[in-house]
């Protein structure tokens, strides 16, 4: 994998008949048949995003004005995401309007696999089998347009296929995906590990237009600030690293296993 990847891609697939009302597992297994990518790293994908849960209440007011913003249980970018698959493209790849992906869930899940279908081609990956062959594509799916940061989000990814879930989503469905050993290929990706802590589990720079270097100690340090974030772990660092954010942090902190990214070192 290239440490950036900006894919154009067309629409030259139609979605199944009688899409819209799907519910998630028919959707995941639907979006299977439709476009060959693996039911469950769609469900991975959505688990990893937004437990699927599409927050719809909160996404009406960021409709394209908030970049960072991910819509529906697959949590599709903004029109203006520095990479990724967007609301808009995976919209226009099923024909649809994009506000019927963000209430959809199953629309949503097919749009997803529709524009995963037409980056695998797009990267010339040939013939993608087993769940670890989509792992390029995977990367690109993150958003960003970091080395590091698609290597994190492909990390996450795969570390939560292997050890698998079962969860009732919020529309009432139980999803489940089999605990597996995924064998990942070797992949060309500019990714480096804090090398000052154990507990830092990847670093993925932070735009340098974010933050100053004020050259200090760690003895200068005195106190720690904690927000909360309102947006996938993902999310908030591909924003971090986006220019246009003016706003950074030394770390996230994925909530739901405490997974961390430093992303501005401490001086």
Same mark, same amino acid.
């Given at each position: ?8 891609? &067309? ?53 394209? &004005?908030?970049?960072?913003?991910? =819509? #529906? ?10 990479? /990724? ?40 990956? #040939? ?11 995977? /990367?690109? =799916?993150?958003? &960003?347009?970091? /080395? ?15 050890? #698998? ?37 990847? =670093? ?26 309102? #947006? ?7 924003? =971090?690293?986006?220019? &246009? ?23």
């Amino acid at each position: 994998m290239s440490a950036s990847l900006f894919l154009a891609l &067309s629409c030259t697939s139609s979605p199944p008949d009688d899409a819209s009302g799907l519910s998630l597992p028919v959707a995941l297994e639907a979006a299977e048949a439709e476009y060959g990518v693996p039911r469950d790293l769609l469900a991975t994908l959505a688990y990893a995003e937004t437990r699927f849960n599409p927050h719809l209440e909160e996404l009406e007011t960021h409709l394209g &004005s908030h970049p960072e913003a991910r =819509f #529906g249980v697959m949590g599709l970018t903004g029109e203006q995401s520095p990479g /990724g698959p967007t609301l808009d493209s995976a919209a226009a790849c099923l024909g649809r309007e994009p506000a019927t992906l963000i209430h959809d869930p199953g629309l949503n899940v097919l749009g997803a696999a529709c524009v995963l279908e037409q980056a695998s081609r797009e990267l010339g990956e #040939g013939e993608l089998v087993r769940e670890a062959d989509w792992a390029e594509v995977v /990367g690109w =799916f993150s958003g &960003s347009d970091d /080395g590091s940061g698609q290597a994190s989000y492909v990390r996450q990814v795969y570390r939560l296929m292997e050890s #698998g879930f079962a969860v009732r989503t919020p529309q009432g469905d139980w999803i489940e995906v089999e605990p597996r050993e995924v064998d990942l290929p070797m992949l060309d990706l500019d990714f480096r590990a804090s090398g000052d802590s154990s507990l830092i589990s990847n =670093f993925v720079a932070a735009s340098s237009s974010n933050y100053t270097n004020q050259s200090r100690g760690s003895g200068d340090i005195d106190t720690i600030v904690v927000h909360t974030a309102q #947006g996938s772990y993902t999310s908030v660092y591909n924003w =971090f690293a986006n220019s &246009s954010a003016n706003a950074s942090a030394h770390y996230v902190i994925r909530s739901s296993d405490g997974e961390i990214t430093q992303m501005v070192w401490e001086e």
